[in-house]
């Protein structure tokens, strides 16, 4: 059974840092492509960033460059998000994805398996 925790949410004002992570149990890590996704009230789910499962390339929303890095540990089956200068509008619910497409892809319906998400809130 495959299970995605995500972790490392909470409240920081703007300006400020968070690093949340993921943590992967019950697939081969190193054959999925990783992928973080947040959600504010009342708005669609939306692509963060993503890592490929091969390259370790990684890409970045508009919104994020910059800002955010993704990053891997296959030995752990850990995925993390260093999210560096917040903004309010960064906060939402952050959500771990994973699939074993060939491409990485930024659509959240391409992704197979989510975490049950964690919670970022950025004050002004």
């Known amino acids: 059974q495959v299970q995605l925790v995500e972790s490392g949410g909470g409240l920081v004002q703007a300006g400020g840092s968070l690093r949340l992570s993921c943590a992967a149990s019950?697939?081969?890590?190193?054959?999925?492509?990783m992928g973080w996704f947040r959600q504010a009230p009342g708005k669609e789910r939306e692509f963060v960033a993503a890592?490929?499962?091969?390259?370790?390339?990684?890409y970045y929303s508009d919104s994020v460059k910059g800002r955010f890095t993704i990053s891997r540990d296959n030995a752990k089956n850990m995925v993390y998000l260093q999210m560096n200068s917040l903004k309010p509008e960064d906060t939402a619910v952050y959500y771990c994805?994973?699939?074993?497409?060939?491409?990485?892809?930024?659509?959240?319906?391409?992704?197979?398996?989510w975490g049950q998400g964690t919670q970022v809130t950025v004050s002004s």
């Open positions: 890592i490929n499962r091969s390259t370790g390339s990684r």
């Open positions: 994805a994973a699939n074993r497409q060939m491409l990485v892809s930024t659509s959240p319906t391409t992704f197979d398996y």
């Open positions: 019950g697939l081969t890590f190193s054959r999925y492509n």
